[in-house]
């Protein structure tokens, strides 16, 4: 069974912070203490919102080398204005991509949960080996008594 990183708890919330900061703040890329400060502390998901975005490269580019790798693919590939600075995205933009991070978180928690429908079954046929057993062991035990 595969699970993805959005089934790790706390992780949507920190995807769709970290979108928001991303996709609309003025500044097109960040460092960790920009981050921890505009967010007011760290993921709680991860070790840090660097690691956090490595692990979701659908949205996010992630330069450690770099203090400020941190940034939105998105956003990054939007023309440059003046000043070698990127526009924030436009309202919708940002809603559409927080509409897809929950769109995926949705699909990965199915998916990671599919093992229950399954539970009924399982249940029948362990029942089902156990009753049998019981009965063959029943059996015997009359016959052996018998003899």
Do not use: C
Request: net charge positive; glycine share 8%; hydrophobic share 40%.
């Amino acid at each position: 069974m595969t699970t993805g990183p959005y089934t790790k708890p706390g992780r949507l919330a920190d995807v769709l912070a970290l979108i928001q900061v991303l996709a609309l703040d003025p500044d097109t890329k960040r460092s960790e203490d920009g981050m921890n400060k505009e967010l007011q502390g760290g993921p709680t998901s991860a070790t840090g919102w660097f690691e956090l975005a490595k692990e979701h490269r659908e949205f996010f580019r992630v330069n450690p080398e770099h203090q400020y790798g941190l940034s939105l693919v998105a956003r990054y590939v939007l023309p440059r204005m003046e000043g070698d600075k990127r526009p924030p995205l436009s309202s919708d933009f940002a809603a559409a991509l927080l509409q897809t991070a929950i769109t995926i978180h949705d699909r990965q928690v199915s998916a990671a949960e599919r093992w229950k429908s399954f539970m009924p079954l399982w249940a029948a046929l362990i029942g089902g080996i156990f009753g049998t057993v019981s009965t063959l062991a029943t059996l015997w035990l009359k016959g052996w008594s018998t003899k």
